[in-house]
């Protein structure tokens, strides 16, 4: 079994900060890459940042210069660092990863669970 677990959602005020986590736990060979999705009502669920297999980061361009994606691997884990934050931003925030739980087995994606950012005007 593998687990994505977010934490650090919450309300905020337009112009504040968040820090999103989320680790990854149980049997992973590797991560081939792991970022962040967002969900709004109404909208599709759209990228936001992240790390691709190439080990680089891509930004939406809504949150390019605000955002700012980092990781820690020997804890599975990457981190969003959320400034100048503005309305629209409201969503829920989710957790993806893209990995291999063994030497010789497929390449999966994982999802977490999603944790609400909400930017109050």
Same mark, same amino acid.
């Given at each position: #079994? ?20 989320? /680790? ?14 967002? #969900?709004? %009502? ?5 990228? &936001? ?9 891509? *930004? ?13 691997? /020997?804890? @599975? !884990?990457?981190?969003?660092?959320? @400034?100048?934050?503005? %309305?629209? +931003?409201?969503?829920?925030? *989710? ?10 087995? @497929? +390449? *999966? @994606?994982?999802?977490? #669970?999603? !944790?609400? &950012? !909400?930017?109050?005007?």
């Amino acid at each position: #079994q593998v687990q994505l677990v977010e934490s650090g959602g919450g309300l905020v005020q337009a112009g504040g900060s968040l820090r999103l986590s989320c /680790a990854a736990s149980g049997t992973i060979f590797k991560i081939n890459s792991m970022g962040w999705y967002r #969900q709004a %009502p109404g909208n599709e669920r759209e990228r &936001v940042a992240g790390f691709t297999s190439g080990d680089s980061t891509n *930004y939406a361009d809504s949150v390019k210069g605000r955002f700012a994606v980092s990781r820690d691997n /020997a804890k @599975n !884990t990457v981190y969003l660092q959320m @400034n100048s934050l503005k %309305p629209e +931003d409201t969503a829920v925030y *989710y957790c993806n990863a893209n990995l291999r739980r063994s030497r010789w087995g @497929n +390449d *999966y @994606n994982y999802w977490g #669970q999603g !944790t609400q &950012v !909400t930017v109050s005007s």
